[in-house]
């Protein structure tokens, strides 16, 4: 039986999310975070053998105690299911988690550094290399990589990063990442891996060539750049290495805040484009 590995990305827990009123708050959009990220761990629990979270785990490098422990709470209950979890740091967490007792749980693996390790998934080894989140990425992705010590037999191969891929769209516009001191080159991932997955990109998509990248996108929407958008998660069997089949899983998303539906319709309207940096900087 071919193996299933959930990935799933930039859940961004504690969005939108009030943690200091008692008052119920059904304009707030924080609870659609939660239930969006326990949807895709529970659809991992029962069908997958490995989850893996490609980082902006949380919406804040410092996320409310209370954000930290209904996030922890939920990811303990679900490696104790015996599916095991990894998680790949983002920019939103500074490439670092909260720490806690939690984490320790043995099934749930946080990368603090970049590393390779062996997954035995039933007698089948899948190596899974992860870079958590680096600033000015291009070229030290390809070095970071080249230093590793890599898995020496493994039927399958995974990369998972938190970054900008040349030739990643977001927004409104494709606005199109290429050649940025914020963006990873192809040729830096042609380290012999079956497959890519990347977070940062909060629009779904897979970027072909050698090897392929998928971006999951997040989980539920955290700008107006994203109104059309359908979020979602990526479950990836490992079939063959060469060709691993992805399937997109759709996730139920809130209603968008006024001012967010009006921009976007004003924009369709317009056929223009209403973009800058900082509205750029909130779909990753
Ligand atoms: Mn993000």
Known sequence: ??????????????????????????????????????????HGVEHCDLIIHGGDFFHRSRPHPSVVDRAYLTLVEAASAGVPIIIVPGNHERSVLPPSLWLSHRFLTVFGQPQSIAMDLDGVVVEITGVPHL?????????????????????????????????????PGDFTFFNRPDTVARHELDQNFDLVLSGHIHRHQLLPGRPPVLHCGSTERTSRAEVAEQKGYAVIELESAADPSITFHALPMT??????????????????????????????
């Open 1 to 42: 039986m071919a193996k299933r590995v959930l990935f799933f990305s930039d859940t961004h827990l504690g969005f939108d999310y009030p943690v200091r009123s008692k008052r119920s708050a059904p304009h707030r959009r924080g609870e659609q975070f939660f239930k969006n990220f326990e949807t895709a761990l529970a």
């Open 135 to 171: 600033n000015d990425v291009r070229g030290q992705m390809a070095r970071t990589l080249a230093e590793l010590p890599r898995v020496h037999e493994a039927q399958h191969r995974l990369c998972v990063i938190h970054q900008a891929v040349d030739g990643s769209t977001v927004g």
């Open 255 to 284: 209603e968008l805040p006024e001012p967010w539906r009006d921009r976007a319709a004003a924009v369709a309207a317009a056929g223009a484009l209403d973009y800058d940096d900082a509205h750029l900087a909130q779909t990753r």
